[in-house]
């Protein structure tokens, strides 16, 4: 296993156009995270999965986000109608209950 | 609610210097406490952890760090520094109870690293 992968690694997109992006973790782990994380900030939770099972969601998530892990494997989460304050890292990671999160190497996302 | 604060956004040291990362966390009982290493344009990479076993925690590279439930701190120290230690470290903390342990983190702003030959 390579590890958690989150593809593309870059999007730029315009102003007003939809986005998704994609997370496979690794295999084994039943448990998802999605972050954001802005220049100079550290990284801030958005979302997690267990399995199929989206748990948690954070009032970051604004409606115009949506995240899904359908069969608990790969994840996806949408941004409708992007503005430039969406411009940011996404992160995702993954982990096994008790265990420590494994982070992707995250999708850059650019808004003009 | 959980916080964590890292005193010190930028921090320069020469080579072979010790390296001392300050971290102070704020949580009505001790959490987890972590550290993360972010190279440019990369994910984040797990240094060590604290989960409620021995204060003194040592990590990957050389680093370690001491849990002090008395002064709330979770400070990163390396005894030599080495270039390829140049990046930015993360100190976050996660809740003990429900099933987000380890996974759901709240991070620090945030402290680059510079070594100097």
């Known amino acids: 296993d390579t590890g958690v992968s989150q593809n593309p690694r870059h999007k730029i997109t315009k102003r007003g156009q939809n986005v998704t992006f994609r997370c496979d973790p690794i295999?084994?782990?039943?448990?998802l995270y999605w972050y954001r994380q802005t220049l100079g900030q550290g990284p801030e939770f958005l979302t997690y999965?267990?399995?199929?099972?989206?748990?948690?969601k954070s009032r970051l998530l604004s409606d115009r986000f949506s995240a899904e892990r359908p069969k608990g494997s790969f994840s996806t989460l949408e941004i409708q109608r992007t503005e430039q304050g969406d411009s940011a890292m996404y992160l995702c990671?993954?982990?096994?209950?008790?265990?420590?999160?494994?982070f992707g190497q995250g999708t850059r996302l650019t808004v003009v | 609610a959980q916080s964590v604060t890292q005193l010190g956004s930028h921090v320069s040291v020469s080579e072979g210097a010790l390296v001392l990362l300050r971290c102070n966390y704020s949580?009505?009982?001790?959490?987890?406490l972590f550290w993360y290493v972010q190279y440019p344009n990369q994910g984040l990479q797990l240094l060590l952890k604290?989960?409620?076993?021995?204060?003194l925690v040592k990590g990957i590279n050389g680093f370690e760090a001491e849990f002090k439930k008395s002064e709330t701190s979770f400070h990163l120290t390396k005894p030599s520094a080495h270039m390829s230690d140049a990046a930015e470290y993360f100190c976050?903390?996660?809740?003990?109870?429900?099933?987000?342990?380890?996974?759901?983190?709240?991070f620090g702003q945030g402290t680059i690293l510079t070594v100097h030959p």
């Open positions: 990671a993954s982990s096994t209950a008790g265990a420590e999160a494994f």
């Open positions: 949580s009505s009982v001790p959490p987890y």
């Open positions: 295999s084994e782990h039943n448990r």
């Open positions: 999965f267990q399995n199929e099972a989206q748990l948690e």
């Open positions: 604290y989960t409620s076993a021995a204060t």
């Open positions: 976050a903390v996660s809740p003990i109870s429900g099933g987000t342990s380890y996974g759901k983190l709240t």
